[in-house]
């Protein structure tokens, strides 16, 4: 078992991992940047330490720092959260030299699916069905265009290394491609210092639907359910439901064994999920592998019962699953809003500043992960998340009505956020019946 474990993150997945340790009786370390001295992982945690200023690079990215906090405070493992250094190959390979447990799947895994173009070639060869699309990147303008003319418009053109629904370009026409790939390529080097790019098939009206998946390092690969994430902007989510009303179990059954097969195929160990996008037809394909525990992870929880993270760190710990396939059943739907400070009156235009008073919602069925408190000043450095909303119910539509209930008693002054858009959602039609596609918000929302 491990004593003590170093949380190299901050804000709710900071605080998310605390609660996991504790209640493994695991020690916890926080580290913080000196503008989150006031964070509440900070406070929560039995240990904390500073590893630098502000800016993410020189802390939170640091990788020399948070190390030598590691040994300062004899840490034996690092949970890493989501994003910063989460997917970071090298930090998870740094970690295992310093004698220290990564918590998450080892560098050349973190390396095989963090390449979009590697996975899709992974997936492909193990008979996971993929969007069509190039084989291997492209770096001439002329193989994308030979590409778009077999398959047809529109096509996407996606970095390899991309992430957080940045670097895709949509084509409709042989000009719009050749501008865009030029463009697509220049950015993938700057944002994802991987120039490689790939085009494939734009689906049109897709359901994003993705898999939770738990590997031991004992050969042993369990999928935990399937989460709808359609609900986006610009490529981000920003509501979860678990399970999705739009494949039936007969689908949903397939898919599961698909993810356990593409996991097989990755040799993939730790929490991780298996993104699809899912057409109109209801024909499903892989998209991409998540190496890391995701924010939307506690929907899962919901319906499943179990503690993802817990779950995680017994995985790291050499452990095998404490459940099998068969011991996994989903009861219920789960909804999460991400309640970030972001003004959906103002096209989401990211707000901050200190929360005046926070008051969160409770009653039956309802969870809330955050960070923030009465007085906290959300800093501006960060991402916008302030708090995850997670609402349970024996049905869909007791889901809903509490997902309203619980938001209209959330009460976060001092900036605005997004609670009016996901009030918005709740009142639509086609949200309410299931209809909602990734391009639903785009082609509905026009602000509140
Ligand atoms: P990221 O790693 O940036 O999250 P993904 O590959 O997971 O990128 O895609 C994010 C979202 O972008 C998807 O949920 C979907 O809305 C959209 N998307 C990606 N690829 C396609 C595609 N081929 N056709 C239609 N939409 C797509």
Not at 327 to 338: K, N, P, Q, V
Request: proline letters at 4%.
């Amino acid at each position: 078992m491990f004593k003590r474990i170093l949380i190299a993150n901050r804000g709710e997945i900071a605080v998310r991992v605390i609660r996991a340790c504790r209640e493994l009786g695991i020690e916890s370390v926080a580290v913080y940047s000196t503008v989150d001295a006031n964070s509440l992982h900070v406070s929560e945690a039995d240990t904390a330490i500073c590893i630098g200023p502000g800016p993410a690079e020189q802390s939170y990215l640091n990788i020399p720092s948070i190390i030598a906090a590691a040994e300062v405070a004899g840490a034996d493992a690092i949970h890493p959260g989501y994003g910063f250094l989460a997917e970071n190959a090298r930090f998870s390979d740094i970690c295992s030299t310093c004698g220290i447990t990564f918590i998450g799947p080892p560098p050349e895994v973190i390396d095989r699916l963090g390449d979009k173009v590697a996975a899709r070639t992974i997936m492909e060869d193990a008979g996971v069905p993929v969007i069509p699309g190039t084989r291997g990147a492209v770096t001439k303008e002329r193989q994308a265009l030979t590409f778009a003319a077999q398959a047809g418009y529109p096509v996407i053109v996606k970095a390899a290394g991309g992430g957080g629904g940045r670097g895709m370009r949509i084509c409709y026409t042989d000009k719009e491609l050749t501008q865009g790939f030029q463009t697509a390529q220049v950015e993938a080097g700057t944002y994802f210092k991987n120039p490689a790019v790939y085009v494939e098939k734009y689906i049109l009206n897709p359901r994003h639907i993705e898999f939770q998946i738990l590997a031991d390092q004992h050969g042993n690969v369990v999928h935990v359910g399937d989460r709808d994430c359609s609900i986006q902007r610009r490529h981000q989510k920003l509501v979860e439901e678990a399970p999705s009303t739009f494949i039936t179990d007969k689908t949903r059954a397939a898919m599961g064994k698909i993810a356990v097969r593409a996991t097989e195929a990755a040799a993939y160990v730790g929490a991780g999920t298996i993104e699809f996008l899912v057409d109109e037809a209801g024909k499903y394909y892989f998209i991409e592998a998540n190496t890391r525990v995701q924010v939307e992870h506690s929907v899962t929880e919901a319906v499943a019962g179990l503690d993802i993270i817990k779950e995680q760190i017994r995985i790291a710990e050499g452990e095998t699953l404490s459940v099998a396939q068969r011991d996994i059943s989903l009861f219920g739907y789960a909804m999460e809003f991400r309640i970030n400070a972001e003004d959906p009156a103002n096209d989401f235009r990211p707000t901050g500043g200190t929360v005046e008073f926070f008051n969160p919602p409770g009653g039956p069925g309802v969870r809330v992960d955050t960070h923030i408190y009465s007085g906290y000043r959300v800093p501006s450095l960060y991402d916008s998340l302030l708090a995850k909303l997670i609402v349970w119910g024996r049905d869909r539509t007791e889901t809903i009505a509490r997902g309203k209930r619980a938001l209209r008693e959330t009460l976060i002054e001092g900036m605005a956020t997004t609670i009016p858009f996901h009030l918005w959602l709740l009142d639509q039609d086609d949200f309410v019946a299931g209809r909602a596609t990734t391009n639903f918000v785009e082609q509905n929302y026009k602000g509140v």
